[in-house]
T-cell receptor, first 111, second 114 residues
Framework: RKEVEQDPGPFNVPEGATVAFNCTYSNSASQSFFWYRQDCRKEPKLLMSVYSSGNEDGRFTAQLNRASQYISLLIRDSKLSDSATYLCVVGPNQAGTALIFGKGTTLSVSS | DAGITQSPRHKVTETGTPVTLRCHQTENHRYMYWYRQDPGHGLRLIHYSYGVKDTDKGEVSDGYSVSRSKTEDFLLTLESATSSQTSVYFC?????????????FGPGTRLTVL
């Protein structure tokens, strides 16, 4: 079983749509969870950390289900500028150890 | 802006030649990382450093070496480049946060080995 799995997409949605991405991870000892955004030919950038209680940042909501080892990202009212690849990232709560990256889910928002 | 720069940003080289990529940070963070990103594989850790002269291997370290003689610089060397090392290389730093450490990435180096 791959360590972090994501549906690669692409997800093609119109502006204003709500879209959800899911991610599963295999290491039950994982302690830190993130969503990164990566634009074409650019570096990954932190979108948001994911907390056990769930968290929201504007139009973006992240959820974590430790029992099912499942992470989600919900984007409401999609904008053209949301078009990017979204990386699900999992790691231990310990510096110096590798984060495990999913391969990413591609989102394309059209007008 | 995490204050990370990488050089060169683009490089084309020939098989068998040595190549060194440089990562520079301005904020004296202890942990630094080198990843490569390839289609179908996502980001994979090559080596990391937890202090000056302290380094360790990652998932895909074969064919690579690293050095860190100063806190701000982390060098990645391909002793004898091969076509399989054609990739995009990202440097990252760890920044302490409430949920453990968060990693921030440099702009990347696009390397082509002919």
């Amino acid at each position: 079983r791959k360590e972090v799995e994501q549906d690669p997409g692409p997800f093609n949605v119109p502006e204003g749509a709500t879209v959800a991405f899911n991610c599963t991870y295999s290491n039950s000892a994982s302690q830190s969870f993130f969503w990164y955004r990566q634009d074409c030919r650019k570096e990954p950038k932190l979108l948001m950390s994911v907390y056990s209680s769930g968290n929201e940042d504007g139009r973006f909501t992240a959820q974590l289900n430790r029992a099912s080892q499942y992470i989600s990202l919900l984007i409401r009212d999609s904008k053209l500028s949301d078009s990017a690849t979204y990386l699900c990232v999992v790691g231990p709560n310990q510096a110096g150890t590798a984060l495990i990256f999913g391969k990413g889910t591609t989102l394309s928002v059209s007008s | 802006d995490a204050g990370i720069t990488q050089s060169p940003r683009h490089k084309v080289t020939e098989t068998g030649t040595p190549v060194t990529l440089r990562c520079h940070q301005t904020e004296n963070h202890r942990y630094m990382y080198w990843y490569r990103q390839d289609p179908g594989h996502g980001l994979r850790l090559i080596h990391y450093s937890y202090g000056v002269k302290d380094t360790d291997k990652g998932e895909v370290s074969d064919g690579y070496s690293v050095s860190r003689s100063k806190t701000e610089d982390f060098l990645l060397t391909l002793e004898s480049a091969t076509s399989s090392q054609t990739s995009v290389y990202f440097c990252a730093i760890s920044v302490p946060s409430g949920m453990g450490d968060t990693q921030y990435f440099g702009p990347g180096t696009r390397l082509t080995v002919l």
